[in-house]
């Protein structure tokens, strides 16, 4: 049974920073591509950003060059390193395994706000 149980989310301040964290277990993480996705009030669920499992990196137009993601496969953890965040990057954070069928995490809120 695959569990991921994301962490790291909050209220921060325009142009600030946060990290989001992804634990995973019931897989062997170093074999799935890994991806954050988000959702914000009233909209579609919406790619953030992808790793494949030889740490291949894809990112929405809307995050590139602001948010990096990243893997430690000896922890079983997919990051998401958030900079410069906007009040539009305001959502819900899921982590996701590119399992079939895919696997969810509970998600993680972050609100940007002043």
């Known amino acids: 049974q695959v569990q991921l149980v994301e962490s790291g989310g909050g209220l921060v301040q325009p142009g600030g920073s946060l990290r989001l964290s992804c634990a995973a277990s019931g897989i062997i993480f170093s074999n799935y591509a890994m991806g954050w996705y988000r959702q914000a009030p009233g909209k579609e669920r919406e790619l953030v950003a992808l790793?494949?499992?030889?740490?291949?990196?894809h990112y929405a137009d809307s995050v590139k060059g602001r948010f990096t993601i990243s893997r430690d496969n000896t922890k079983n953890t997919v990051f998401l390193q958030m900079n410069s965040l906007q009040s539009e990057d305001t959502a819900i954070y899921y982590c996701?395994?590119?399992?079939?069928?895919?696997?969810w995490g509970q998600g993680t809120r972050v609100t940007v706000s002043s």
């Open positions: 996701s395994a590119a399992t079939y069928p895919r696997s």
């Open positions: 790793i494949g499992s030889s740490d291949s990196t």
